[in-house]
């Protein structure tokens, strides 16, 4: 049975939502790791497109995880897919990155 919550939403929804919003303030304060970087060496050179990619994966693959997970009870089943969507994450990023696959 769920709860409703003073405003129609259910407590599952709006823990949903709170996550969501988790995931995306930490995919832009991952961010602010590359853009610190540029600050202090010219190492790191990223545009306006590696930002906006990068938060896309960031941003996707976490709001990814919290939808499924909500659909699974099982926590083996989550780190299942926590540790699928991970590795998806670091092969597009790693290709992005240096092209590794297919060359």
Do not use: C, H
């Not at 003073?6 to 996550?19: E, H, L, P, R, W």
């Not at 790791?33 to 896309?56: K, N, R, S």
Request: charged share 10%; aromatic share 8%; no cysteine.
């Amino acid at each position: 049975m769920k709860t409703m919550t003073g405003n129609g939403k259910s407590k599952v929804q709006t823990a949903v939502t709170k996550n969501i919003i988790l995931v995306v303030l930490a995919a832009a304060f991952i961010l602010l790791v590359p853009l610190a970087a540029m600050q202090f060496t010219d190492e790191v050179a990223w545009d306006l497109f590696d930002f906006a990619i990068a938060g896309a994966l960031l941003a996707g693959t976490g709001v990814t995880y919290v939808m499924s997970a909500t659909k699974v009870s099982n926590p083996r089943y989550r780190a299942v897919i926590g540790v699928a969507l991970a590795v998806a994450l670091l092969l597009v990023w790693i290709e992005l990155a240096v092209g590794i696959i297919g060359t």
